[in-house]
């Protein structure tokens, strides 16, 4: 797939963000990664993208990214774009960029750089090495220590045809209108704060179409519902699922750093499809706090 045609199809829908399932010792466990991915695929979403956040594509080794990759493309990668992950430094993001195309999947999601600060000219630095790499769509994920000024994102975008997004996990109203004032349609801008669905209505007004839906793992009906709502801007039908369900689910997310992820697998398992356990340092949820999601699920399922 085309770099442009990946950003044209990606804007036409939600998009799946999966959990990465794990057996008892915590291994790769591909039979259930697989069945979730066949699920998931079956609701219309315009984009899979396998072991990002929601993925914890941040703590598996590259040999388990690749395997994870090529596990999904083989799953869902003829009815659904699939999008791989490429973490950590220059040099590491560069080579799961190539084991990524080798694989066959459909573009990238540039995922900041571990354990170190940058400037700007850094930051594109980086861009442009994984965007040389491969002839893949490369989506660049703007949040904690890779925050892309307007500026930046203007270069990055002017030098490297094959960059076709930006996703936002900073929720900066201000730089992200001075970036789509500056950038304007030259890129796809995808909402990617934990939870997006709190934040998608009025990121809708600054040219962030579509949102990357952790939700969507465990109730895809309810996400798919939510963000035709969204894109209607449907304002009381937004408002009343975000206080039937997501703003009461937030409530649970913040009791712990690391929740984001932890009650996604926990809301597998609550609709009856075993998410498993999360791998450290992540923490799984209490039995309480399972017990007050299975209450929040039964509302809205």
């Known amino acids: 797939m085309r770099p442009t045609e990946l950003a044209a199809r990606l ?35 315009a984009g899979l993208f396998a072991a990002g956040g929601t993925g914890e594509g941040f703590s598996l080794t590259s040999a388990e990214l690749r395997a994870v990759v090529r596990a999904a493309v083989s799953e869902v990668g003829a009815r659904v774009p699939v999008v791989a992950p490429a973490t950590g430094g220059t040099a590491q993001a560069v080579a799961q960029a190539r084991a990524a195309a080798e694989e066959g999947a459909a573009g990238l999601l540039l995922m900041p750089p571990y354990l170190t ?11 442009d ?32 045809p094959t960059l076709i997004g930006l996703k936002d996990g900073v929720g900066d109203i201000e730089r992200m209108t001075r970036t789509y004032a500056r950038v304007g349609d030259r890129l796809i801008y995808i909402g990617g704060l934990p939870t997006a669905e709190t934040f998608a209505l009025p990121l809708l007004q600054l040219g962030v179409s579509t949102y990357s839906s952790a939700l969507y793992n465990f109730l895809p009906e309810f996400a798919l519902r939510f963000f035709a709502a969204v894109r209607a801007q449907d304002r009381t039908a937004v408002y009343a699922m975000l206080n039937a369900f997501v703003i009461p689910y937030l409530d649970i997310r913040d009791r712990s750093k690391g929740y ?16 498993g356990r999360v791998r450290p340092p992540l923490t799984d949820l209490t039995a309480d706090e399972r017990e007050l999601l299975s209450g929040l699920i039964r509302k809205v399922r």
């Not at 994920?141 to 892309?148: K, L, V």
């Not at 932890?262 to 597998?268: D, E, P, Q, V, W």
Request: charged fraction near 20%; aromatic fraction near 8%; proline fraction near 1%.
């Open 11 to 45: 804007t036409t829908g939600l998009l799946s963000f999966p959990v990465t399932h794990f057996d008892d010792r915590l291994a790769f466990d591909e039979a259930r990664y697989r069945e979730h991915l066949a699920w998931q695929s079956g609701f219309g979403v």
């Open 260 to 275: 984001a992820v932890s009650i996604i697998k926990a809301g597998l398992t609550e609709v009856g499809r075993d998410g």
């Open 117 to 127: 600060e940058a400037t700007q000219d850094g930051l594109a630095a980086h861009v």
């Open 129 to 160: 090495a994984v965007c040389a790499a491969t002839d893949l769509g490369v989506i660049v994920y703007s949040r904690a220590n890779a925050i892309f000024e307007d500026g930046t994102v203007a270069r990055i975008a002017e030098r490297n």
